[in-house]
């Protein structure tokens, strides 16, 4: 559900005692406005000086945006951010951010990233963007890492919106792992898809990898278990779920914004 925004009200000296005329109609704001405002929220968090992993994604480019201006602004200075995807560089690149990796930065201060799915634990799902392996790779890494949403990423359980888990698999017999990831979560109704573009071929990550899709029926259950038995499959190169990494959750829905830290 989306955030109404209500137009600002007017109140006119009057005379009579007619009724006051109605308020404007409130504007539901869309998705992309949600990222936003979530986004916004978590560059408060941002301090000059400190090293940032820059997530991927739609919301993840409205943060980096706000970098951006607020460098150029003078309002930041000092700002370092290690990207999580080619497409992440670029922009960051064209915006004038500077920038380095883990090799020159193992430990960053602070990433912000969106989601696909946000679990009550804030364990997350990612990927369906394809950057998941450089993405954990990277937030692993982080002192603080706020995860940025709108409320339609909100499920009940990992895999509870009916979407994809991604996971990173290397094209090398890509059938095959396929067909094994698919076998180990059969009791879940698991079906495993190849990730493919529009012209049918391939999708490939920036690790020059490939991306199965898996879709679930039922809960997977203990998450680390599942995600465990998923990196030990040889074929495998990283899966989805970030599970007990996230530090900050924003998430900007109906009522508002709202800032939840990991317990
Ligand atoms: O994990 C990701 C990319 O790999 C993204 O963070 C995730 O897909 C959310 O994307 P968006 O902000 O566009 O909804």
Redesign the pocket.
């Known amino acids: 559900m989306a955030l109404a925004f209500f137009g600002s009200k007017t109140t006119t000296a009057s005379t009579n005692t007619t009724a006051p005329p109605p308020s404007p109609p409130h504007r539901i704001l869309t ?1 992309d406005e949600l ?1 936003k405002i979530a986004a916004y929220k978590a560059v408060e968090f941002v301090e000059s000086g400190m090293v940032l992993g820059l ?7 409205h943060a980096i945006d706000r970098i951006g201006e607020l460098l150029h602004q003078g309002k930041l200075t000092n700002i370092i951010g290690v990207p ?2 080619t497409k992440t560089h670029e922009q960051a690149l064209s915006l004038g951010i500077p920038l380095s990796d883990l090799e020159t930065h193992p430990v960053l201060d602070l990433a912000i ?4 799915e946000v679990d009550p634990d804030m364990n ?9 392996l450089r ?1 954990k790779m990277i937030e692993a890494c982080c002192k603080q890492f706020v995860v ?3 409320e339609s ?1 909100l499920v009940e359980y990992v895999g509870g919106s009916g979407l994809a888990l ?1 996971v990173e698999i290397v094209p090398f017999c890509w059938r095959f792992t396929a067909k094994k990831l698919e076998a180990m979560f059969e009791n879940a109704g698991c079906v495993a898809k190849l990730r493919v573009l529009e012209n049918g071929e391939a999708y490939v990550t920036d690790n020059r990898n490939y991306i199965i899709d898996l879709y679930f029926k039922k809960d997977i259950g203990d998450l680390r278990a599942a995600g465990d038995a998923m990196v030990r499959l040889a074929g495998v190169v990283e899966h ?1 779920m970030f599970i007990d990494m996230a530090t900050t959750l924003i998430v900007a829905g109906e009522l508002g914004v709202t800032v939840r830290n990991k317990s």
């Open positions: 998705q990222k997530g991927t994604g739609s919301t993840a480019k999580t995807s990233d969106g989601a696909d997350l799902v990612k990927g369906r963007g394809g950057s998941l993405e940025i949403v709108d990423k991604p989805g």
